[in-house]
């Protein structure tokens, strides 16, 4: 009686495997056929078209990037290089209240202009946003999130005041047919001109009719300064009225009279959960945030660089005071001068970020800005920094811990079938790196610069990094709610 020995496609040997549960790293093979991981274990005697010895290097699921404003990338930089170079498979865009759909037709202002010009808002539904992305497919996955202040540009003549019930209605109809097109939920952005006048009423009306579709809540909140505490005491309580599942984005306390407030914070988050809610939350590691240029937002930094400057590109990069200093002018007529314009503002503790980077329920997100001239370095480092500054250099957390931060933490929350686990059936999204030389390697003079020690990243089984550069590979698929 003859045995046919097993096939498949490509066969990874001898890697240190997590599989993205936060269990320990254990090695093992891994076989990947077609779209899906098929084996692990002790798979030596498998035939295989092509093998991987992973000696030396770890294997995990792809990183899964938990909040992005990858939108217009995915289409306009579709090798997405600033990604899978550190390890990212997949993206959450359409966070902090803006998306590039449902929107044609009108100029984005602040801050949707981050995301490009009227050029770029030309997708009146989701579902034409979708179809773009699926019929010119990029390198990563791509999740959408509707955002709140997207649907109130569309709906309203007017942004500094709350909606009209019409209006609510409106964006709530809009909303429907986005949710229908599998966007995954709701995100606001409550900091910015374009939905701080928003009530928490007019919130918790979109939020339950996300939530009826099975969408989460994304929330930048209203204030992550002086009343930060308010503003998560307001974002439990939409989740608990709008029946919605809540994630904060970007967790921080902002300027240095409330360093050291996220001890506040985190217990109101895990009261809130000890009370049966579901709160999560997102973190970069970066004591530097990013964002449009904003006189409210310059106030409270220690330090100020443009990111870019329409009338100005010529000083992206450059420190705010060292411009206004060479205008001799004051402050707000050097900020009105550069609009629009975007900024890196350092305004946040090592000790706070540390605190949040370490919370069980903390997933990583690099809110980086893919269009930025001179980007923060978080676009291009996030993942890498985590892993070789905080797990390998500091001992803030054990790598399982990272890599679980990164991959099944972020899939359970945003509810990603298959994804952010090294499984039978799970799909091949893969990554393997060296633990020992993993490192974000750009700053913020030099930003967009790959990271160390990412040697090989498979999307949908596809190879899509490889050798220190993007492979032309274009695997990636939109991830609609289940």
């Known amino acids: 009686m003859s045995t046919t020995e097993p096939r498949c496609d490509v066969l990874i040997t001898n890697g240190l495997v997590f599989d993205g549960t936060g269990a320990v790293g254990v090695v093992s093979d891994i076989a990947i056929t077609g779209d899906r ?177 099975g969408g989460l809540y994304a929330t930048h909140m209203r204030d992550e300064e002086n009343h930060v505490t308010d503003s998560v005491d307001e974002t439990v309580d939409i989740g608990a009225r709008a029946k919605a599942r809540v994630v904060i984005s970007h967790h921080k306390a902002c300027g240095r009279a409330n360093w050291g407030r996220t001890r506040d914070t985190l217990a109101q988050i895990d009261a809130a959960n000890a009370a049966g809610q579901t709160v999560d939350l997102d973190v970069y590691p970066y004591i530097a945030s990013s964002t449009v240029l904003l006189a409210q937002f310059v106030a409270r930094a220690e330090k100020v660089l443009v990111t870019w400057s329409t009338p100005h590109p010529e000083l992206r990069g450059q420190d705010l005071e060292d411009i206004r200093a060479r205008w001799d002018c004051s402050l707000d007529d050097a900020i009105e001068r550069l609009l629009p314009a975007g900024a890196i503002y350092f305004q946040m503790d090592e000790g706070d970020l540390r605190r949040v980077l370490s919370h069980p329920g903390s997933m990583v997100g690099s809110d980086g800005l893919p269009h930025d001239e001179h980007p923060h370095p978080r676009l291009w480092g996030t993942f890498a920094r985590v892993l070789g500054h905080y797990v390998r250099e500091v001992g803030l957390f054990n790598l399982e811990t990272a890599i679980h931060k990164m991959t099944g933490l972020s899939a359970r929350v945003f509810g990603l079938t298959d994804r952010g686990v090294l499984r039978p059936g799970a799909f091949a999204d893969v990554v393997l790196f060296n633990p020992l030389t993993v490192l974000d390697a750009g700053d913020f003079d030099n930003p967009a610069v790959p990271s160390h020690g990412i040697e090989q990243v498979f999307v949908n089984g596809a190879v899509v990094w490889h050798q220190g550069k993007t492979t032309g590979n274009r695997p990636g698929r939109v991830l609609r709610r289940a």
Request: aromatic share 4%; glycine share 10%; proline share 6%.
């Open 37 to 213: 991981v098929v084996a692990l274990g002790a798979l030596s005697a498998w035939n295989a078209q092509q093998r991987i010895d992973a000696s030396g290097l770890a294997v995990a699921p792809g990183f899964i990037d938990a909040h992005t404003h990858d939108d217009r990338a995915v289409l306009s930089s579709p090798d997405m290089a600033a990604k899978v170079s550190q390890g990212v498979t997949s993206v959450i865009a359409g966070n902090c209240g803006i998306s590039l759909a449902p929107l044609a037709g009108k100029k984005p202002p602040p801050p949707l202009n981050l995301l490009g010009d009227q050029e770029w808002f030309r997708f009146a539904s989701m579902a034409e946003y979708l179809g773009a992305v699926e019929a010119a497919p990029a390198a990563v996955n791509i999740a959408m999130l509707v955002g709140h202040s997207t649907l109130r540009v569309g709906a309203m003549e007017r942004l500094d005041r709350g909606a009209s019930a019409a209006e609510i209605e409106h964006m709530g109809l809009v909303l429907d047919e986005s949710m229908a097109a599998g966007c995954i939920g709701l995100s606001t952005g409550l900091a910015y001109p374009t939905a701080i006048a928003a009530p928490t009423e007019e919130v918790v009306a979109l939020t339950a009719r996300a939530a009826r579709h």
